[in-house]
């Protein structure tokens, strides 16, 4: 999967797995996306994020 805000790419069999690598991106190259975020913009990017994790190709 691609990250939302840049072009980096990230892959794994599992949706824990993606995120577990996407977090430490976040933080390091996109920290004020996580921390201005309201609960109600994470949760809606969470729920981007399992849509498209559920209909990305598998590996």
Do not use: R
Not at 5 to 29: A, R, T, W
Request: hydrophobic residues 35%.
């Amino acid at each position: 999967m691609k990250c939302y805000d840049c072009e980096e790419v990230f892959e794994n069999e599992s949706s824990k797995g993606i995120l577990e690598q996407m977090y430490p991106h976040y933080m390091k190259e996109h920290a004020e996306i996580i921390t201005n975020a309201s609960e109600e913009e994470k949760s809606a990017w969470m729920e981007k994020f399992n849509a498209d994790f559920d209909a990305a190709p598998e590996m």
